[in-house]
């Protein structure tokens, strides 16, 4: 009986030094693998950083204003150009029918005119 103790012992022994090792290098994988994924990671954070410089380089009033005057063929708003809400016409039909209407009007017909 204690020869039979004695060899389970040992066998168990063996089997959970085994899975010990295996253990151990198991973590060790996944220990390198989350040191990857958190340079991978600071790298990304990094690379958003230097974006949102980028954009806010790229977005200031002073510069946006030279390009648009530059590019641009921007007109102060005249008074008159102005308008009260009480002065739009009122949407009386779909904007889908309307808008198949205009385009049916600019069309051109067999003789080359629009309608």
Do not use: C, F
Request: charge should be positive.
């Amino acid at each position: 009986m204690r020869r039979t103790l004695s060899v389970a012992a040992i066998i168990l022994t063996a089997l959970m030094s085994y899975g010990l090792y295996n253990m151990k290098y198991e973590v060790r994988r996944l220990e390198s693998r989350l040191a990857e994924l958190q340079q991978t990671l600071t790298s990304g954070r990094q690379a958003v950083k230097v974006l949102h410089a980028e954009w806010a380089y790229l977005n200031r009033p002073a510069r946006l204003q030279d390009l648009s005057g530059r590019h641009l063929d921007l007109q102060p708003v005249q008074v008159g150009q102005l308008t009260g809400l009480h002065e739009l016409p009122v949407r009386s039909e779909e904007p889908g029918q309307k808008l198949a209407q205009k385009s049916a009007m600019l069309l051109p017909t067999a003789g080359g005119k629009t309608q």
